[in-house]
């Protein structure tokens, strides 16, 4: 094992080792009766969590960290900012290739649970701001899907009652100091990458502890054009008005009509 794998083997067991509050789940670590497919469950997720930071792990460009887990995206998927049917091949933009090598990963949803529609009794959990932020990731051929770490300031899932767990709770200001250790292992194992807070609670946590971020909306309610312009504002290359005065003098001295 290299010391890459075990630096995420330890960051792993680090997150499995966390005992989850009242009206929290740890997906890597809690077996829930009724929603998971069994006790294997916690185990599938973590090594999906595994697969998807071995090859971006000291390497990624960026981390993105957003609010807390939802309950259609990592809370099955085992994977930040990505739905079910994105590590089991299900999804029309991502292909589970895009999240880990190897073989598709596996459904940890009954299909049966609160919420039931036919999409996602037969494929899963598809969650709309995980199809937004991969969009984006993904628009470019300048970036690789391993370029990007997703992450949430508060790594697990809290909902709002025991009735309903597939429900999803902003997190608590004590949740969310909870959950500042493991982003900042995160970025000290990734020393390089800039750091992006999506959202307010994301951004207001990092700020408060004065760390270094780039802030861009988050996608949901009717932001995803807004997020789009801010990531590709801070990410994409920008001409430097010294290159775009050079072209235009170099193309008037061609073509003196122009002027």
């Known amino acids: 094992m290299s ?23 740890n997906p890597w670590s809690d077996y829930v ?27 990624a460009r960026y981390i993105f960290i957003a609010e807390a887990v939802g309950y259609q995206g990592a809370r099955f998927s085992g994977v930040p900012l ?13 292909n589970h290739q895009m999240v880990f090598s190897g073989e598709p990963g596996v459904r ?8 039931p529609n036919r999409s996602q009794a037969l494929y899963g959990f598809a969650e709309p701001t995980a199809s937004i932020i991969w969009g984006e990731v993904l628009s470019s051929s300048r970036w690789k899907p391993t370029d990007f770490i997703f992450w949430n300031i508060y790594p697990f899932h809290p909902y709002h009652s025991s009735e309903n767990r597939m429900t999803n709770r902003t997190p608590t200001l004590a949740e969310l100091e909870d959950g500042l250790p493991f982003a900042r292992q ?27 971020h780039h802030h861009v909306p988050h996608p949901a309610n009717g932001r995803a054009v807004q997020f789009q312009k801010a990531v590709r504002s801070m990410i994409y290359p920008i001409l430097n ?3 775009v005065r050079l072209r235009y003098e170099l193309l008037s001295s061609k073509c003196p009509h122009i002027t």
Request: charged share 20%.
């Open 3 to 25: 010391e890459t794998q075990q630096q995420i083997r330890e960051f792993v067991a680090g997150i499995q080792a966390y005992v989850s509050p009242v009206n929290v789940i």
């Open 33 to 59: 009766r009724g929603y998971d497919i069994g006790p294997e469950a916690v185990k599938i997720r973590s090594e999906h969590l595994v697969r998807y930071l071995e090859p971006r792990m000291s390497k």
């Open 82 to 94: 990505t739905s079910e049917r994105m590590v089991t091949g299900n999804h029309s933009l991502v």
């Open 108 to 115: 940890t949803s009954l299909p049966n649970i609160a919420k």
């Open 186 to 212: 995160l970025m000290q194992l990734n020393p390089d990458a800039q750091i992006v807070a999506i959202g307010r609670k994301s951004a207001d946590t990092l700020s408060s502890h004065l760390i270094k």
């Open 241 to 243: 008005w010294r290159s």
